[in-house]
Each structure stands twice: as C-alpha cells, then as structure tokens.
C-alpha cells in the first residue's frame, strides 16, 4: 500500500464538503498529484480535483500546490473537497427570497423560517435550492446554487451561496479553516452569570433520541465544536445573547446553551418549549404560553456573516435585522421585565 489515508472528515455545518489526508508511501514514483488523488478518492473526478486545487485547497506539507505537482516520497497531502452532487434534481419553484447580495460568484439571502436548504428526509420541494434554480433561470442562468453551509429549518438568517464550483470550494475552504465569521442572536432560558464566556465541548447524535444532537464531556465522543458567547440584554428570566461559532456542528448554539443549562426559548427539540424559569402564577404562564405562540420555533437568527469573497480576495461582512417574531417576543419580554417582575 503507497499511502496512509484518513477517513475523510465530514464538516458538520450539514457535512458539504469533505477533507481528506494522505501520507505518501516512501517508495512512491513521480506522479502528477491529480492523478494521484483519482485514484484514492472514490468518486472523485478529475475535474473536481482540479477545481479543488485551482482554489487552493490541495496542501502538500502545508503549502499550496498547482496540479501538474508530482508527489514525492513520503509527502503530507490535504484536500478539501465539495461534497458530492446530491441525486435529488432540483427543479425551479417560485418562492420569494430575501435576497442581500447578489454578483457572477455568490449570493448571499436571508433565510425565513421554515424553509428546508436543500432536498432530504421529506422535504423534496420548497427548499431554497429551488427557489434559488427560479431566480437564476428568471435571469437567463442555467445554473444552480451550491451550498458551503447550512441552517436549520426553523432558524432564520443569513446565508452565503456559491454560484459556480470554484467559489464553492473556495468557500469550503474558509468554513474547514474556521475562517468564516458568523454570529448569531439567541434567546435562551436564565440569568447567565457571566457577561461572556466559551463553551468547548465535543458533539455528536444523541444515542438515546437520534433528532437530538448532544455534548460528550469525555471528549473521546462526538466532534470537537467551540461556541463563544456575549450577553446582550437581561430580561429576568431568559436573556438575549449572541453566539460567535468557531466550529459548525449540526445543533451547535442549540445543543451547547442546553449543556450549560440555557435551552433555546421555544427550543421544542432540546426542552425550551417549557416554561423552566420563573414562577407558578397564571399570569406568567399565560404570558409565555402567548410569547410561545408569537414565535412558534426556536429563537435563533444568524445575523451576520463574513468571509473573504472567493473572486475579488475582497473581505464582505453583511447584517441583518431581527426577524418580526423574534423582535415582537423581545419586545414582550422588555414590557415584561420593566413593568411586571413584581409577580415573582
């Protein structure tokens, strides 16, 4: 055998690309390095190695390589590659979209709540892929959007699309490196006694409820995942913080708030749809029960993100406004918290 290779490395922000290591076999001939990953890397066309490394994102010993590169003796070889095209074809379908930004590369939306990103597990139409193939073909383009991240369904906010496979692997190369800048807002159950802290704790599927995602403590379980979180706004019972991801695990904010006992507010899947905080009257209940109806869904935004355009090397940043729900429970809250704690 020529050469060691590690199992390829899914990225969990909805595993859409791939990473792969290979260490090179000592008695190993010259060999263009294109050729050598086709023949390692199953599906793996030539094409697509060559985008991956056109991108930049063939290492050999750390350094970028072009593709008439010949692999020597002993090499380190890293490639991070777009996951494999999905078998669902996506057909055109006119729903609205929030669209921020839009050039020939990328195209980045606001997300609304309730829509699925791509096809899967039920959701085959009505995704943002379709909507996306609308768009494009409402303008004469014959292309579809390629994905380098994902949210969840109920999760609103900011996404970044790619429009062509080398700002798709170039993007992919930004989230595998943590390079990406994304925050998200959250409302979550508590006080929170520190202003700001991290939260560092490996994530994988729950053995016990396969929808869940959860934090192995042992660390020898799950995949490595750090959020860092700020304080925003205290309203007595629940809070407002924002949440920078440093990894991109599925459930990641949702999970790790629940692991330091902060569930999501109206997080129905980790237990923030029931009233943890608080008191026993009526009137509080009542109080929840309609913030729980104004904003059916966890309260979870992704309000901004950064990257490094992948055609100008140009760095973008792009916000967002709260979605209405959200805004109309934090608007709640703060009457609440101003005018009606004396009901403890």
Known sequence: MDTQGDKPEMNDEKELFEHYRFQVDPGQEALRIDKFLMARIENATRN???????????????????S??????????????TYPPR???IYAEDIPLDIVYEDEDIIVVNKPMGMVVHPGHGNFTG?????????????GKDTEGLLVHRIDKDTTGLMVVAKNE?????????????????????LVWGDLIEEEGTITGNIGRNPSNRLQMTVFADG?????????????????????????????????????????????????????????KGTTFTKYR??????????????????????VHPGTDKEMF????????????????????QYQMGDR
């Open 220 to 276: 020898e379980q799950g995949r490595h995942a750090v959020t860092h979180y700020k304080l925003i706004r205290r309203y007595g019972y629940v809070s407002l913080v924002e949440c920078q991801l440093e990894t991109g695990r599925t459930h990641q904010i949702r999970a790790h708030m629940r692991y330091i006992n902060h569930p999501l507010f109206n997080d129905a899947r980790y237990g923030g749809d029931q009233i943890l």
């Open 286 to 307: 009542q109080f929840v029960n309609n913030c729980f109806k104004l904003m059916p869904r966890q309260a979870l935004h992704a309000k901004s993100i950064g990257f």
């Open 87 to 89: 078998e669902t074809k």
């Open 127 to 139: 995704t943002l892929l379709h909507a996306l193939k609308f768009h494009f073909e409402a303008k």
């Open 166 to 186: 080398i700002a798709q692997a170039k993007l992919a190369k930004q989230f595998f490196d943590h390079s990406i800048e994304r925050k998200y807002q959250a």
């Open 68 to 81: 008439n590169y010949k692999v020597r003796p002993n090499d380190i070889i890293t490639i991070v590659l």
């Open 48 to 66: 697509k190695i060559q985008q991956a490394t056109k991108a930049g994102n063939v290492l050999v010993n750390d350094s970028v390589v072009k």
């Open 318 to 337: 792009f916000d967002s406004e709260l979605p209405s729900d959200m805004a109309q429970v934090l608007e709640k809250w703060e009457t609440y918290s």
